[in-house]
């Protein structure tokens, strides 16, 4: 089926620092997505992205939190400053409707 | 807000038992239902949906069907094998105003051949 990748698959910061993390969403997909898993938790909505805007957000989407998609290329998340709580595996995921969401790997973040 | 409850945080079975996980949505709209399975290092991967009352979603032998009158999207499988230890997502995505998209807590499910 269809590929989500993602870059790097694990990161290692401290705290903070700045960090970008890179989705390479599946090719003629228009809605684009983050997600933070916790390590043995629930998968928590951040943000979703359409059109070169950001559609909708949670409350778990901080002013340090950016998304952008310059150019059609990569899909990011950037963290900046970084903070202790922000250490999760974050996952971005791509949608050709407002349907079924097609998940990359995962990012494993840790924040020092 | 909208939410999604999966009532099983584990569920254990023997290969060729029969699987139920139970799923219950609360949503101020008209949410389409999905089911997700993830297995260890991986994102989660879609496995069906349903966007309206009584449709059935299936496949690779799961199925449910959207109950708007009990507000359920129960996953169940006749007979599961140890290939389908993984943790299940139930979801909504709601379209109705602001677009939401929610997940439910998870339930991880370990089958023992």
């Known amino acids: 089926g269809p590929k989500v990748l993602q870059i790097p698959s694990h990161q290692i910061i401290d705290m903070g620092q700045m960090v970008t993390l890179n989705c390479d969403p599946v090719?003629?997909?228009?809605?684009f997505y983050w997600y933070k898993q916790i390590l043995g938790q629930q998968m928590e909505f951040l943000v979703n992205?359409?059109?070169?805007?950001?559609?909708?957000k949670s409350k778990l989407f901080k002013d340090q939190f950016s998304v952008e998609r310059p150019d059609g290329s990569y899909f990011t998340l950037k963290i900046q400053p970084t903070a202790l709580e922000d250490s999760a595996v974050y996952f971005c995921?791509?949608?050709?409707?407002?349907?079924?969401?097609?998940f990359g790997p995962g990012t494993r973040l840790t924040v020092l | 807000g909208d939410s999604v409850t999966q009532t099983e945080g584990q569920v254990a079975l023997s290969e060729e038992d029969f699987l139920t996980i139970h799923c219950n949505y609360s949503?101020?709209?008209?949410?389409?239902l999905f089911w997700y399975v993830q297995y260890p290092g991986e994102g989660p991967q879609f496995l069906f949906r349903?966007?309206?009352?009584?449709e059935k979603g299936s496949s690779r032998g799961f199925e449910a069907t959207y109950d708007k009158g009990t507000t359920s999207f129960h996953l169940r499988k006749a007979s599961v094998q140890e290939s389908d230890s993984a943790v299940y997502y139930c979801?909504?995505?709601?379209?109705?105003?602001?677009?939401?998209?929610?997940f439910g807590a998870g339930t991880r499910l370990k089958v023992i051949a």
């Open positions: 995921a791509s949608s050709l409707s407002k349907y079924e969401q097609y």
């Open positions: 090719s003629n997909h228009l809605y």
């Open positions: 992205f359409y059109n070169g805007k950001v559609m909708e």
């Open positions: 949503a101020s709209g008209y949410p389409a």
């Open positions: 349903a966007s309206r009352d009584k």
């Open positions: 979801a909504l995505g709601d379209y109705t105003g602001n677009y939401k998209y929610v």
